[in-house]
């Protein structure tokens, strides 16, 4: 089987996990870092799930999975060390049209999670359809040598220098050319150094105008 990769916002979403154990842990944590609203049915928690929901970051639910329990969600996570009860989760999710994962059971999910690495607003997310999350994480990890840090500041930058050359009114042949060149420039290397005064050099080059040191700190601020 072949998945459709996309990327979901859950930014505010209503999500339920089913399981307190530590996998389920692991993908609260997940979801929680991705803004998502999640509900846990689970007999037991892990110490830190019961920290969580001492603090709010997640809503208990009770100990036995109710079907209405999925009223109103976006996604499922199906966590628990029961295989025929994920199975019950999966098909009440599919019964409501809602994503559904199945922790180690494919034929119960009709989306798998893949391995990411995250640099900021970048993300390469590694899949092999399920048929080895081992070799996705190891490929995940030999990228994670060659994507560093230095595209989580390059993309703060380019973030903001987007708005900045969008504004101008220029063509979009224009536009799509000075990208070009920024991207294809030293700029990256010269991030991945510290090196602010080159990286002003290389946008002054590319932008046409005089670029400081300072307004490449300031560029650099997160947003």
């Known amino acids: 089987m072949s998945y459709y990769p996309i990327l979901v916002n859950l930014h505010g979403q209503k999500a339920v996990v089913v399981g307190g154990g530590k996998v389920a842990e692991r993908k609260i944590e997940t979801l929680l870092g991705f803004g998502a609203l999640v509900y846990v049915v689970s007999k037991d928690l892990t110490p830190m799930l019961s920290q969580y929901e001492k603090e709010g970051k997640i809503t208990y639910l009770g100990d036995a999975f109710l079907d209405s329990h999925l009223d109103g969600v976006f996604i499922v996570i199906a966590a628990t060390d029961n295989p025929e009860l994920n199975r019950r ?11 559904i994962n199945a922790v180690d059971q494919p ?12 640099r900021g607003d970048l993300m390469i997310a590694v899949s092999t359809a399920g048929k080895s999350p081992a070799l996705a994480r190891r490929i995940r990890q030999d990228l994670e040598e060659k994507f560093g840090e230095e595209y989580r500041f390059l993309l703060v930058m380019m973030g903001r220098l987007r708005k900045e050359i969008l504004s101008l009114g220029l063509p979009s042949s224009k536009n799509k050319e000075i990208f070009q060149k920024l991207v294809g420039s030293p700029m990256l290397l010269a991030i991945r150094k510290k090196d602010w005064d080159e990286v002003a050099a290389v946008l002054s080059r590319v932008l046409g105008r005089a670029v400081s040191r300072d307004d490449v700190i300031e560029y650099l601020k997160a947003e």
Do not use: G, T, W, Y
Request: charged share 20%.
């Open 89 to 99: 989760v999966s098909l009440a999710a599919k019964k409501r049209a809602l994503l």
């Open 107 to 118: 034929e119960d999910c009709n989306f798998i999670v893949p391995s990411i690495l995250q």
